[in-house]
């Protein structure tokens, strides 16, 4: 499953601050990452625009930050 399977549309390239699902005192910096807001209450991240690249779901209650927001290429860029 590729990233297009969850969401086809307002795919974005960025730089993403969460709260670490197993130790909430610590923050995962994920940079240069593939975003969609979406679907409703969560963020899909992954690494690139290809069908291999997995995809997480993280609930926005542990976004800490999105910045450097840009558009993403076309699918099949790889990254």
């Known amino acids: 499953m590729d990233i ?5 549309r307002h795919l974005y390239r960025a730089r993403v601050v969460i709260q670490d699902p197993a130790d909430q005192s610590r923050r995962l910096d994920l940079n240069e990452r593939i975003v969609r807001f979406g679907p409703a209450g969560w963020l899909t991240v992954t690494t690139a625009l290809t069908g291999s690249a997995g995809i997480e779901v993280y609930p926005t209650s542990h976004v ?3 910045t ?3 558009e993403a290429g076309q699918l099949g860029d790889g990254g």
């Open 4 to 8: 297009t399977t969850v969401n086809d």
């Open 68 to 70: 450097d927001l840009r």
């Open 64 to 66: 800490l930050a999105v």
